[in-house]
């Protein structure tokens, strides 16, 4: 019993040594046994309790046979137990066996007892019941013989032990863990240790729990309705004493804790080669996990590793196999306790790895100092970090984004690609080619070709990027930036300012600067113009040379137009507002006819675009008929017979002009002695028949007339011959001739047209004519020549008898003789009269 005690204390103790569970188990293997064996006994104390003091009884009658010995009474426990507890009741019998003739006293610790409250007994004292509990002692009973005198010895003895207090259980269970989980077991033991024959209750949450009366009580499996208080007590005898309650204890039942399970490396999606890191969190640290791949658990390999305490999960390199789901399980190991999973997490594995995408913020080409941004993308996964390539060089930059402020030197191929870890890099990127460009100067140039302009005068300037066409400007005049108002800019486009109308106050020098439409870019200002405006408009000066506003027909007259500044003028002329249709600064007549009277004025202009133009005075021209001069012939007719010379005179009839000298013409020869009004052809001055035309000249304006018209001289000899040989025959011969020359005239002109002599020329016509007109002239060309130049000499029969080409020969003997003979007859001309009218 004492074994059995120890035990049980010793079981209560191995709580939190006890890890390993088979240790457990044999444990309560041999204390169910050993309980088993040792208080099966106490259970039936009544039947089988042999007191060990007690000498067989066969042996105690031998003794009294062979010599009377009162027999020694036995002292027997009856009911109850040795070791009692207030309240219990213990029964002693005192017996000699085979004989009912005995009484029997009974003594604790010697002393006698007596039947009292405490104590009680028949009659034959056979039977003591003891109730009171604290009569503690040794007991004896002595028998005395009914009928005899006779008292036995002290009968063996007793221990009754009679505790002052209810004993309490001791309450110890198997395992000590704070918590339990469903599907464990624990066993909880109850030990009363004093004493035996005990029973045991057990109560869950005070409530008692049926059909489990042994000291140990175990659940199997744990529930969460196992939840709560134990404790037990014991009970015993017919009279159910009760011992005290033990100390509770408490099992605290809950489900495992559900583990989390964590990414520790970055993605969850990954590329193969990359390293995917897990761990698995619980709340305690007993426990470890069990890690599972689309449910199924995972073997450990080279490439898979778990950490020592089991909750961190290493997949060094991933390949296509590793992807699926990922759940923990926390397992407490000794316990065999698994949780429920944890969430899970899917890892992707991607087949491929991904292109970069490199995109740009700016244009193409770019100017210096502006900002261009690329930005790579990688629209797989995430977490990249970025190389950036120029023209296949790494750039230091690591971001999503680069910002270049350009230089010229920027000028490149930009690409990318996208990285991660060390086992993960992109596609590069496509290539993106980007031009730096210094930021041109604008060229301004007039696009009206002058920069001294007048008053009024319109004004073009343009400014011109050499390259593309999303410019606007801003315009400088004297370094301060025009204010420009609508007007100056064409639809409102800064390309061109328009001056409309120049005044003093837009001298200066221009400029303009550029800026792009959308960017912020702007150029440094263009060169500069100098634009002059004239303080007042130029003035036009219309000249005439020479200046006489009286011109006389065939003057010559020439206008010239005069502008005192800057140039590139045209000229517009107009005569009576009426336009020429001439240009050029001067304006030449080189022969006025009355026609030319008039109003002159000139204008100047210039610009194509912005026409200016100024008009100058006008000028009155007035033409008058040039005088006419005409020559008389002053040898008269009846001369004809005394003078072999002629006395042209010239005369020049006109109202206004007076004091005219003359100048006479032989053909087209000036006459240069002669400035006479008269002039006397000879035959020695004129040996030849001539025309003779004269005309005024004089030293006031008109300076000449008109030439007069021409006069034609005859052969003098003709009227010597007419006169001395045919004089008798004048009429007729005039009659002759009359009629000859009508019908010469009739005949050569048909004989004319057929062959016309090479030497026809106008004056010859003319004088032809004339010579027609007056009628004696062929009468005397005929007999000159018949007389003088037969016809078969000179081939004249074709009617060339009128042309006075036909050489005259004065020189001939005949000729002179006559000529000479006709000297003092000179101033007797009056034969030819008729003949030159
Ligand atoms: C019986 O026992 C009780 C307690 O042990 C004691 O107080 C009482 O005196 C006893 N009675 C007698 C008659 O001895
Ligand atoms: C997993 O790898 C990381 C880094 O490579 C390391 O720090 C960690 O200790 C590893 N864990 C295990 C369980 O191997
Ligand atoms: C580039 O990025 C910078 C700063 O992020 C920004 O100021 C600039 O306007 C961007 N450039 C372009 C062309 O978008
Ligand atoms: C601009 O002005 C200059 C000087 O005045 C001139 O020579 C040039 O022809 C002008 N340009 C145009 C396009 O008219
Ligand atoms: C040109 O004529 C205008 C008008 O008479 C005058 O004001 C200006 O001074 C002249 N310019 C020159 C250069 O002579
Ligand atoms: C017009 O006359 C001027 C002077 O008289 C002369 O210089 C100029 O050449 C002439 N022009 C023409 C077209 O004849
Ligand atoms: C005519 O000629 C004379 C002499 O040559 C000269 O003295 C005179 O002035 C001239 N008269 C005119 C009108 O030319
Ligand atoms: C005209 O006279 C001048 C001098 O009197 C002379 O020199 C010249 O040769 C003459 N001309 C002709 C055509 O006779």
């Given at each position: 019993?004492?074994?059995?005690?120890?035990?049980?204390?010793?079981?209560?103790?191995?709580?939190?040594?006890?890890?390993?569970?088979?240790?457990m188990?044999?444990?309560?293997?041999?204390?169910v046994?050993y309980?088993?064996?040792?208080?099966?006994?106490?259970?039936?104390?009544?039947?089988?309790?042999?007191?060990?003091?007690?000498?067989?009884?066969?042996?105690l009658?031998?003794?009294?046979?062979?010599?009377?010995?009162?027999p020694?009474?036995?002292l027997q426990?009856?009911?109850?137990?040795?070791?009692?507890?207030?309240?219990?009741?213990?029964?002693?019998?005192?017996?000699?066996?085979?004989?009912?003739?005995?009484?029997?006293?009974?003594?604790?610790n010697?002393?006698?007892?007596?039947?009292?409250a405490?104590?009680?007994?028949?009659?034959?004292?056979?039977?003591?019941?003891?109730?009171?509990?604290?009569?503690?002692?040794?007991?004896?009973?002595?028998?005395?013989?009914?009928?005899?005198?006779?008292m036995?010895?002290?009968?063996?003895?007793?221990?009754?032990?009679?505790?002052a207090?209810r004993?309490?259980p001791?309450?110890?269970?198997?395992?000590?863990?704070?918590?339990?989980?469903?599907?464990?077991?624990i066993?909880?033991?109850?030990?009363?240790?004093?004493s035996?024959?005990w029973?045991?209750?057990?109560?869950?949450?005070?409530?008692e729990?049926?059909?489990?009366?042994?000291?140990m009580y175990t659940?199997?499996?744990?529930?969460?309705?196992?939840?709560?208080?134990?404790?037990c007590?014991a009970?015993?005898?017919?009279?159910?004493?009760?011992?005290?309650e033990?100390?509770?204890?408490?099992?605290?039942?809950?489900?495992?804790?559900?583990?989390?399970?964590?990414?520790?490396?970055t993605?969850?999606d990954?590329f193969e080669?990359?390293?995917?890191?897990?761990?698995?969190e619980?709340?305690?640290?007993?426990?470890?996990?069990?890690?599972?791949?689309?449910?199924?658990?995972?073997?450990?390999?080279?490439d898979?590793?778990?950490?020592e305490?089991?909750l961190?999960?290493?997949?060094?390199?991933?390949?296509?196999?590793?992807?699926?789901?990922?759940?923990?399980?926390?397992?407490l190991?000794?316990?065999?306790?698994?949780?429920?999973?944890?969430?899970?997490?899917?890892?992707?594995?991607?087949?491929?790895?991904?292109?970069?995408?490199?995109?740009?913020?700016g244009?193409?080409?770019?100017?210096?100092?502006?900002?261009?941004?690329?930005t790579?993308?990688?629209?797989v996964?995430?977490?990249?970090?970025?190389?950036?390539?120029?023209?296949e060089n790494?750039?230091?930059?690591?971001s999503?984004?680069i910002?270049?402020f350009l230089?010229?030197?920027?000028k490149?191929?930009y690409?990318c690609k996208?990285?991660?870890g060390?086992?993960?890099?992109?596609?590069p990127s496509?290539?993106?080619?980007?031009?730096?460009l210094?930021?041109?100067?604008?060229?301004?140039?007039?696009?009206?070709?002058?920069?001294?302009?007048?008053p009024?005068?319109?004004v073009k300037?343009?400014c011109?990027?050499p390259?593309?066409?999303?410019?606007?400007?801003?315009?400088?005049?004297d370094?301060?930036?025009v204010?420009?108002?609508?007007?100056?800019?064409?639809?409102g486009?800064?390309?061109t300012?328009?001056?409309?109308?120049?005044?003093a106050?837009h001298?200066?020098?221009?400029?303009?600067?550029?800026?792009?439409?959308?960017?912020?870019?702007?150029?440094?200002?263009?060169?500069?113009?100098?634009l002059d405006?004239?303080?007042?408009?130029?003035?036009v000066?219309?000249?005439q040379?020479?200046?006489?506003?009286?011109?006389?027909t065939e003057?010559?007259?020439?206008?010239?137009?005069?502008?005192?500044?800057?140039s590139?003028?045209?000229?517009?002329?107009?005569k009576?507002?009426?336009k020429?249709?001439?240009?050029?600064?001067?304006?030449?007549?080189?022969s006025?006819?009355?026609?030319?009277?008039?109003?002159?004025?000139?204008?100047?202009?210039?610009?194509?675009?912005?026409?200016?133009?100024?008009?100058?005075?006008?000028?009155?021209?007035?033409?008058?008929?040039?005088?006419?001069?005409?020559?008389?012939?002053?040898?008269?007719?009846?001369?004809?017979?005394?003078?072999?010379?002629?006395?042209?005179?010239c005369e020049?009839?006109?109202?206004?002009y007076k004091?005219?000298?003359?100048?006479w013409?032989?053909?087209?020869?000036?006459?240069?002695t002669s400035?006479?009004?008269?002039y006397?052809v000879?035959?020695?001055?004129?040996?030849?028949?001539?025309?003779y035309?004269?005309?005024?000249?004089?030293?006031?304006?008109?300076a000449?007339?008109?030439?007069?018209?021409?006069?034609?001289t005859r052969?003098?000899l003709?009227?010597?011959?007419?006169?001395?040989?045919?004089?008798?025959?004048l009429f007729?011969?005039?009659?002759?001739?009359?009629?000859?020359?009508?019908?010469?005239r009739?005949?050569?002109?048909?004989a004319?047209?057929?062959?016309?002599?090479?030497?026809?020329?106008?004056?010859?016509?003319?004088a032809q004519l004339?010579?027609c007109?007056?009628?004696p002239?062929?009468?005397v060309?005929y007999?000159t020549?018949?007389?003088v130049?037969?016809?078969?000499?000179?081939?004249?029969?074709?009617?060339?008898?009128?042309?006075?080409?036909?050489?005259?020969?004065?020189?001939?003997?005949e000729d002179?003789a006559?000529?000479?003979d006709?000297h003092?007859?000179?101033?007797?001309?009056?034969?030819?009269v008729?003949?030159?009218?």
């Open positions: 019993m004492l074994h059995c005690t120890a035990d049980m204390t010793q079981l209560s103790n191995t709580n939190s040594s006890c890890k390993v569970r088979w240790k188990w044999l444990f309560k293997v041999f204390v046994t309980l088993t064996a040792v208080c099966a006994a106490q259970d039936v104390p009544d039947a089988t309790f042999v007191p060990t003091a007690a000498p067989p009884t066969t042996a009658q031998e003794v009294t046979t062979t010599a009377y010995v009162p020694v009474p036995v426990q009856t009911s109850g137990w040795l070791e009692i507890f207030p309240s219990e009741k213990v029964k002693f019998s005192c017996t000699i066996s085979g004989s009912s003739d005995w009484t029997f006293t009974w003594y604790r010697g002393d006698k007892i007596d039947a009292d405490n104590f009680s007994f028949p009659g034959d004292g056979s039977v003591l019941t003891i109730t009171a509990a604290t009569n503690s002692g040794k007991y004896t009973c002595k028998g005395q013989h009914k009928t005899k005198s006779v036995t010895q002290s009968s063996n003895s007793l221990e009754l032990k009679v505790h207090n004993p309490k001791k309450l110890s269970r198997g395992s000590d863990y704070q918590e339990m989980f469903p599907g464990e077991s066993t909880f033991a109850c030990l009363v240790d004093m035996v024959g029973q045991y209750l057990w109560y869950h949450n005070g409530r729990i049926p059909a489990a009366d042994r000291n659940i199997e499996p744990v529930a969460h309705s196992d939840n709560g208080q134990y404790h007590k009970k015993r005898g017919k009279d159910q004493f009760y011992t005290e033990s100390e509770p204890t408490h099992l605290r039942v809950s489900d495992p804790p559900t583990p989390t399970l964590k990414l520790l490396s993605w969850s990954v080669g990359e390293i995917v890191e897990f761990s698995c619980v709340s305690s640290s007993d426990w470890m996990s069990k890690w599972y791949r689309n449910e199924v658990k995972l073997q450990e390999d080279e898979t590793i778990v950490d305490e089991g961190e999960l290493n997949i060094t390199s991933v390949t296509k196999a590793h992807q699926g789901d990922y759940v923990c399980r926390a397992q190991i000794l316990r065999r306790v698994t949780s429920g999973a944890s969430n899970s997490i899917n890892i992707k594995v991607y087949d491929d790895v991904p292109t970069a995408t490199l995109s740009k913020d244009f193409n080409p770019m100017y210096v100092g502006e900002t261009v941004n690329f790579c993308k990688v629209t996964s995430s977490g990249w970090t970025y190389q950036w390539y120029k023209d790494e750039l230091p930059d690591t999503e984004t910002s270049i230089g010229l030197s920027d490149g191929r690409s996208g990285i991660r060390d086992t993960t890099e992109t596609k496509q290539k993106t080619q980007q031009d730096v210094e930021i041109p100067v604008p060229s301004l140039k007039n696009e009206t070709q002058w920069l001294d302009v007048f009024t005068e319109g300037f343009r011109e990027m390259t593309s066409s999303d410019w606007t400007y801003t315009w400088y005049k370094t301060q930036e204010q420009a108002d609508a007007n100056m800019f064409d639809k486009d800064t390309t300012l328009i001056i409309h109308s120049a005044s106050l001298r200066g020098k221009y400029s303009c600067s550029g800026k792009l439409k959308i960017r912020s870019v702007k150029t440094s200002p263009s060169s500069e113009l100098r405006v004239y303080d007042t408009k130029p003035r000066t219309l000249m040379n020479p200046e006489h506003s009286l011109m006389h003057d010559k007259v020439s206008f010239s137009c005069h502008i005192n500044v800057s590139g003028w045209e000229f517009l002329w107009y009576n507002n009426i020429l249709q001439v240009s050029g600064v001067n304006h030449n007549i080189s006025v006819t009355r026609a030319n009277a008039g109003l002159y004025k000139c204008k100047a202009e210039r610009g194509t675009k912005m026409v200016f133009n100024t008009a100058s005075q006008t000028l009155k021209l007035d033409v008058e008929e040039r005088p006419q001069a005409s020559i008389t012939l002053l040898t008269g007719w009846g001369e004809a017979f005394s003078t072999d010379s002629l006395v042209l005179q020049v009839t006109d109202d206004q004091d005219w000298n003359y100048t013409f032989r053909g087209d020869q000036l006459i240069n400035l006479s009004v008269r006397t000879t035959p020695n001055n004129d040996p030849d028949q001539s025309t035309t004269c005309k005024g000249i004089r030293t006031e304006r008109p000449y007339s008109k030439i007069s018209a021409p006069y034609k052969n003098l003709l009227k010597r011959r007419v006169l001395l040989s045919i004089t008798g025959v007729f011969g005039i009659v002759a001739v009359l009629l000859g020359c009508i019908s010469l009739f005949i050569r002109k048909p004319d047209d057929d062959d016309k002599p090479e030497e026809a020329n106008l004056f010859l016509t003319m004339k010579d007109a007056d009628a002239c062929p009468l060309e007999v020549d018949a007389d130049n037969p016809p078969s000499k000179e081939g004249d029969e074709n009617g060339t008898i009128c042309s006075e080409t036909t050489p005259l020969p004065i020189t001939s003997p002179k006559v000529m000479s006709n003092d007859t000179t101033e007797n001309n009056g034969g030819l008729s003949f030159q009218q």
